[in-house]
């Protein structure tokens, strides 16, 4: 392996430009993964939701009861 100057030096300074190109390639990057991860578990808590809303018993309807109204004695 031969030594090349890379090796002991910094590179040249970045300039601004570069710099704010490679951050917001970074923060697309991860604004773009939380998006999907998002959207993942919508997914599953949707098909959880259904899922569960299939396999409950529809509610039973009681039947209407009369109630009886007090009679005024005079």
């Known amino acids: 392996m031969t030594a090349t100057k890379d090796q002991f030096f910094k590179p040249a300074k970045m300039s601004a ?3 704010s190109e490679q951050t917001n390639s970074v923060v ?3 604004l773009d993964a ?3 991860a998002r959207e993942k578990k919508t997914e599953k808590l949707r ?3 259904l899922q569960q809303t299939a396999d409950a018993p529809a509610p039973v309807k009681k039947a209407a009861t009369k109630t009886k109204r007090a ?3 005079s």
């Open 17 to 19: 430009q570069a710099k």
């Open 28 to 30: 697309r990057d991860i």
């Open 34 to 36: 939380e998006v999907i």
């Open 71 to 73: 009679v005024k004695t």
């Open 47 to 49: 098909a959880l939701r």
